[in-house]
């Protein structure tokens, strides 16, 4: 088994300015789930995971200024058919048109 994973978001704030711009200022935070048949390959995944993301900055996917930071790893856990389990949250910030 390939280790799966699951790319979710949690919360999604825009930033409120009396003002309507053209961009609005978001935060959103992430979290990326693995699931993968052994422990090694469980922490190989997340710390890829991690190092390909953390500290990005930038413009993607027509949205600017944005700029991903780690906000925390998850426990480990036992997942279904005895599967291991752990989670890499990441806060992410950008302007997208309004």
């Known amino acids: 088994m390939l280790p799966a994973i699951l790319i979710r978001s949690v919360t999604l704030i825009d930033r ?4 309507r711009e053209a961009l609005v200022r978001s935060v959103e ?3 990326v789930a693995v699931r993968a048949a052994n422990y090694r390959d469980q922490k190989a ?6 190092r390909c ?3 990005m900055t930038g413009d ?3 949205c600017f ?3 991903i930071l780690t906000a925390g790893t998850g ?4 997942g279904p058919a005895n599967s291991f389990e ?3 949250d990441f806060r992410v910030s950008f302007d997208a048109a309004a």
Request: net charge positive; charged share 30%; glycine share 6%.
């Open 29 to 31: 935070r992430v979290s």
């Open 86 to 88: 752990q989670t890499q």
């Open 45 to 50: 995944a997340i710390k890829l995971i991690r």
């Open 53 to 55: 993301c953390r500290d």
């Open 75 to 78: 426990p480990d856990v036992g």
């Open 60 to 62: 993607l996917s027509g």
């Open 16 to 19: 409120q300015r009396l003002k």
């Open 65 to 67: 200024r944005v700029s």
